[in-house]
């Protein structure tokens, strides 16, 4: 462990009769039941299962065990390759973290987090990024959201904006076979995350078991029909697909039909708008529900009725800053920055100081600041949230949460932190 998380988290927040260890593979039955007990998983939810121990790193999954070796809690966590504002940045994703009902209110998800926190810094992954089930518990260890998702719900035959100069696509629809479309879909997600002007906050698949999942997970429902996928491409090349299924409100002829997306990846405008033309224009369907966007998600422009579609927002990445130098070093900056920011850090004590930044669209140094003067001062968990580029640094200031400390700086770092492009992702994990 390291200094910082052994003085934030000492030892004794586990309680006797209680040990932290490493969870095998051998041990996935044990591993998926607490996570069963945790969320009261549906039996009906089960199938979420079914590829689940080729779905995570055995290599990064934790657990809290008693002294007769029962598991009792758990957590894993994923290495992504994370999009940045002008860079990447190694990151761990952190996931199934649960703890069993009788065993709440110990310390045990604490100790495992002082433990994350400690295998990010040996594995040099200086943020750490999850999806929240519960929002409310993770600001206690310094995590905040980073971006917003939205939900549309699309009438039948939604009118879309056409595209000058639009490529020919061809969008072709099968029924989504993990032997014959895994491969696909992960390569695609892949180029869509690895290309010029990726995605922040973009998650590929981290092992080949997430890329086996995104068609595991999927709950049967005897309202719904088999999972979909429409495939769009050119020339023999697949440029984009969308995961999709068709469902009814209710059995019989008169129930209504709901397309529902349940991903959807595109490489290209051109296979954006003819994968979203075809999902919203199916015989005998009267609206089409979408996956999780951006919110500058191409749809959205692409709309000329962007009202009735009746967008929902939801909270999507949540990111913790583990090494604050190394993580504002790797991204980079629109607009040209020298600025000293106070952090405080009550659970990693090395983060707490000043640092200065110097950066700009082409390139970042970050260095300790000593006793110079701050501009501003702000907590690790506002810093987080703001490291994408998708939250707004002036309602943090107007929230009274951030200290601007030299008239003006608010001003001139929410120039800097901002991006063209907005964070999103296509999938949780």
């Known amino acids: 462990m390291s200094p910082a998380a052994a003085r934030a988290f000492p030892a004794q927040s586990l309680p006797d009769g209680f040990r932290l260890i490493d969870v095998p593979q051998d041990r996935a039955d044990e591993f998926r039941d607490v996570d069963e007990f945790a969320f009261g998983v549906a039996e009906g939810e089960l199938v979420y299962y079914k590829d689940f121990a080729t779905s ?38 952190l996931t199934f973290v649960a703890v069993h009902p009788t065993f709440r209110r110990r310390g045990l ?18 943020v750490s990024i999850l999806t929240a089930s519960e929002p409310v518990i993770y600001p206690r260890f310094g995590y905040q959201r980073g ?11 939604a009118a879309l904006r056409q595209i000058p100069d639009a490529v020919p696509v061809t969008v072709d629809i099968e029924t989504a076979s993990l032997e014959r479309h895994m491969e696909l879909a992960s390569a695609i997600q892949r180029r869509a995350g690895f290309g010029p002007g990726a995605r922040p906050g973009w998650t590929c698949d981290a092992t080949p ?59 290209d405008a051109s296979t954006h ?18 996956a999780r966007l951006a919110l500058d998600d191409p749809l959205l422009a692409l709309l000329k009725d962007p009202v009735t579609p009746k967008p929902t927002i939801t909270d999507d990445l949540y990111v913790r800053l583990i090494d604050v130098p190394a993580a504002l070093a790797a991204r980079r900056y629109a607009a040209p920055l020298d600025m000293v920011l106070e952090v405080t850090d009550p659970l990693i004590s090395r983060n707490t100081g000043r640092w200065r930044i110097v950066g700009s669209p082409f390139s970042t140094r970050v260095e300790h600041a000593g006793l110079q003067d701050a501009d501003l001062a702000l907590d690790v968990g506002d810093l987080s949230s703001l490291y994408l580029g998708g939250m707004s640094l002036m309602s943090l200031f107007d929230a009274g949460l951030i200290d601007e400390r030299k008239h003006g700086s608010v001003e001139r770092l929410a120039a800097s932190l901002a991006w063209p492009r907005l964070p999103g992702e296509s999938r949780g994990f």
Do not use: Y
């Open 56 to 93: 995570v790193d055995w290599s990064r999954c934790v657990g809290v065990e008693t002294t007769d070796h029962r598991l009792v809690a758990i957590h894993a966590s994923l290495a992504f390759d994370l999009p940045v504002p002008g860079g990447r940045v190694p990151a761990s994703g």
């Open 109 to 126: 998800l604490r100790a495992m987090m002082a433990r994350h926190f400690s295998d990010c810094v040996r594995r040099n992954e200086p």
């Open 147 to 157: 971006n917003w998702a939205v939900h549309l719900t699309l009438p039948a035959g």
């Open 209 to 267: 078991g997430m890329s086996r999942w995104r068609f595991s997970v999927i709950e049967p429902s005897p309202l719904a029909e088999r999972p979909r996928i429409a495939i769009a491409g050119r020339d023999g090349v697949a440029t984009g697909f969308a995961l999709f299924r068709r469902v009814k409100d209710r059995l019989g002829d008169a129930g209504e039909r709901v397309c529902e997306v349940l991903e959807l990846v595109a490489t």
């Open 273 to 290: 708008r003819a994968l979203w033309s075809t999902l919203t224009n199916f015989d005998l369907v009267q609206r089409t529900t979408t």
